[in-house]
């Protein structure tokens, strides 16, 4: 028995310990100091933490603007000392400089890196009355045709213009090449042969000093380019324009052709300054000043060995090789030409595609192929009555019914006797259609103002962010009143994650034992969705049960 007690008591002692843990754990509070102001007029938010370690960090929200509401000042935060903890209190001063009603979206505030979330407030911003008897009234001045401010023909042109002025400055460059190069080249000294040309031009070298001065791929560069001049001119092939490898190569089939008695030394001695000089223009390589003397020596000793080897050639040996080298300069013309019209044609193909991806998709998109609520105004549009009580209105396609008992919480669902919902499109679409009727288990009188604010929370349930909300009464054709809730929300893409800024209207009537609502949204700065919009708001019929 005494065991038993004992237990009770250890099990009692631990519920009060528990509690008293967790009446100690941080506490975030939220309040606004007014819940309707006028415009341009500050409310007050009140951020408050209770029950803070004095050891803790806090780190309250900062930001020139929370949801569509602006940060006029943050205030200092405020201390409160509760012995060993503290209450913490941050205040901002928000406003808006346009009526409606706006909700603050659920801030983060962090603890020791442990986050707590805000409450989501709703502000109320009046509009100024102006009291008509006091202030001067004018007559109202004349309709007058206002200036077209679009510019889109001025980016087209420019487009074109610059799509134009590059295509002619490729053309221009390729054809001042072409003439450049078939440019005969003057000669300020007449040589009687190759190797004279080739021994005069080493010499020359020399005397230029570039290695004295450190410029090194210079003097590698003019190195090789009197062995590649020789060589093309004495044994006839393209050397200039060659590889290493190809250049080698070239050889090996013009000394087999002509009987030239060279030897494999003579290929492997040229080949490795040719190697050395691609290493030194290319990779940056600096030889030691003996491989340099090497090198220089190796092409002398290179021009001189194949000079001598080179025998006399017959009128028709001359002939041919001639003509074979005809050939190759031919297809190395053609190989350029091709080159530069490939640059050319691409060159173009860029500007153009540029072009197009930031002026002339829309043109293509409006004029030719159509845009989604383009065809969806122009279409055949189908009028039909929705729900029960029904809801007769006209759109561009036939709603959908959608099973209600996914789309509204259990609690709500509880109260409902029948709900039946009818969808067109998604929230992010371009178009967004929605009709949904409710019966109610018992008698109820709706408040269509907190009807409609319940909308509104539905819509953040499913994502919305920054939502503007007006609200005016609202009468159908045939007289029956509602209200009409409208503005503009943010709905995230599935796809990309990013806001897709959009504009809404409610319509909200209630009857006997019920509600009836319509829900249209589209995308902002689309031309063509708000005629969709006027046409469906102006085609709603709604039939009342009596009471």
Do not use: C
């Not at 000392?81 to 505030?109: C, E, H, M, N, W």
């Not at 190195?223 to 004495?234: F, M, N, P, V, W």
């Not at 409208?486 to 409610?506: D, F, H, I, Q, W």
């Amino acid at each position: 028995m005494k065991r038993m007690n004992i237990k009770k008591l250890v099990t009692f002692l631990l519920l009060i310990l528990s509690a008293a843990v967790f009446a100690q754990q941080p506490q975030l509070e939220t309040s606004m100091d007014s819940t309707s102001i006028k415009i341009g007029s500050q409310a007050n938010l009140i951020l408050k933490t209770t029950d803070v370690d004095t050891a803790a960090t806090v780190n309250f929200p900062e930001g020139k603007n929370f949801g569509q509401l602006e940060v006029l000042e943050s205030y200092p935060v405020d201390t409160v000392v509760k012995g060993a903890k503290y209450d913490l209190i941050k205040k901002y001063g928000l406003t808006q400089f346009d009526s409606g009603r706006y909700v603050l979206p659920r801030l983060s505030v962090f603890i020791n890196d442990k986050q707590f979330r805000t409450d989501s407030l709703a502000l109320v911003v009046n509009p100024v009355q102006v009291d008509t008897l006091k202030q001067k009234m004018y007559d109202i001045k004349d309709v007058s045709t206002a200036e077209s401010k679009s510019l889109l023909w001025l980016w087209i042109l420019i487009g074109v213009v610059v799509a134009a002025g590059i295509a002619f400055g490729v053309w221009f460059l390729i054809k001042k090449n072409r003439e450049a190069k078939n440019k005969p080249k003057e000669e300020e000294v007449h040589y009687e042969s190759p190797i004279e040309k080739a021994t005069t031009h080493l010499k020359s070298l020399e005397g230029k000093a570039l290695l004295q001065r450190g410029e090194v791929k210079d003097y590698y560069s003019e190195l090789t380019d009197i062995a590649r001049t020789y060589i093309e001119e004495a044994i006839h092939i393209p050397a200039m324009e060659s590889t290493t490898a190809e250049l080698i190569e070239a050889m090996k089939q013009a000394v087999r052709r002509k009987n030239m008695g060279l030897n494999q030394e003579t290929f492997e001695e040229l080949e490795r300054v040719l190697r050395n000089a691609d290493l030194v223009k290319f990779a940056k390589m600096r030889p030691l000043e003996y491989e340099i003397a090497e090198d220089r020596n190796r092409i002398e000793k290179t021009i001189v060995v194949i000079d001598q080897s080179i025998p006399e050639e017959k009128e028709e040996d001359n002939e041919h090789t001639l003509a074979w080298l005809e050939a190759q300069r031919k297809k190395e013309k053609q190989k350029r030409k091709n080159r530069n019209i490939i640059i050319a044609v691409a060159t173009v193909v860029v500007v153009l595609g540029v072009t197009f991806y930031f002026v002339g998709r829309n043109v293509m998109r409006n004029y030719i192929t159509g845009i989604p609520t383009q065809e969806l105004l122009e279409g055949d549009w189908v009028k039909s009555s929705y729900g029960n009580p029904p809801v007769t209105i006209e759109t561009p396609k036939v709603l959908k019914r959608r099973d209600a008992s996914e789309m509204i919480p259990d609690d709500v669902a509880a109260m409902i006797k029948e709900m039946q919902i009818f969808i067109y499109g998604a929230m992010y679409d371009n178009l967004y259609v929605m009709v949904s009727t409710a019966n109610y288990n018992q008698k109820v009188d709706i408040d269509l103002d907190l009807a409609l604010d319940g909308g509104i929370k539905t819509m953040e349930s499913r994502g919305a962010t920054n939502i503007i909300v007006k609200k005016e009464v609202f009468a159908t054709e045939s007289g029956l009143q509602g209200v009409r809730g409208y503005g503009n929300l943010s709905m995230p893409n599935p796809v990309t994650k990013s806001p897709v800024r959009m504009y809404y209207e409610a319509y909200m009537f209630k009857h006997a034992n019920g509600l009836q609502q319509i829900f249209i949204m589209y995308r902002e700065g689309d031309e063509y969705a708000p005629k969709i919009l006027d046409r469906i708001k102006e085609s709603i019929e709604i039939t009342k049960l009596n009471n």
